[in-house]
């Protein structure tokens, strides 16, 4: 289990944000987090420490060419463990009758990404 959490606390403007925050005595150093949205990284992923809190500000720009029809899934995730944080997925396009599109699409996204992680522990471990 990571010893990081993160609490969304909005998406305004095309940009996702929230708080992260360490498990007390555990990191001293600045978190490595990284946006994962079919199978890429996205670029200017921000990661601002509020000292006073203990805290750090995490601000998440989505390119707007990622937005078309369908659902975009995106997968926030701890870069040295691996641990998924938090997700969310936009919507877009012709109005659905139900977001399980949503949920299958993320399912899919950490299903990948499980596969990946199973894969490589096998190499290692052999």
Known sequence: MSELTLTKTRLFEGVWEGVLTVDAGKRRVSPQ????????????????????????????????????????????RDADSGDVLESFAILAGEVMADDLRAEIALLREELDMLKRAFRRHCLETM
Do not use: K, M, T
Request: glycine share 4%; charged share 25%; no cysteine.
């Open 33 to 76: 987090i990284e946006v994962i949205h079919l199978e890429a990284r996205l670029p200017d992923v921000e990661l601002v420490e509020d000292a006073e809190a203990g805290q750090w500000v995490l601000r998440v720009p989505i390119p707007a060419a990622l937005l078309s029809d369908g659902v975009q899934s995106f997968v926030i």
